[in-house]
């Protein structure tokens, strides 16, 4: 998470490269628009300078963004251990 004055940037980039590059082709393929430009995975932006409330539609697209990166995450470790099986 960066913060900035009035607002919180959202993203992950804590795997190594080969995990990494993985991950990002299966988010291309599955989720193309949680992929961000400078950071690898682009979750969203929140305003820290007002409350948050999931009626509002910037806060709503960030946290499901969030709860469909984590079950993409969730669906590679599990291809993942099922190549690892075999």
Known sequence: MKIY???SFL???????GQNKQAIDY??????ELLGTTERINLGLL???KN???HDNQTAKV????????LLRSELLKEEKGA???
């Open 63 to 70: 946290f499901g963004n969030a709860i469909s990166y984590l």
């Open 84 to 86: 690892t099986r075999e």
């Open 11 to 17: 993203k992950h980039n804590k795997r190594d490269n």
């Open 52 to 54: 948050l409330y999931l």
């Open 47 to 49: 305003r820290n300078d």
């Open 5 to 7: 004055l009035n607002k």
């Open 27 to 32: 988010i291309s393929k599955t989720v193309p």
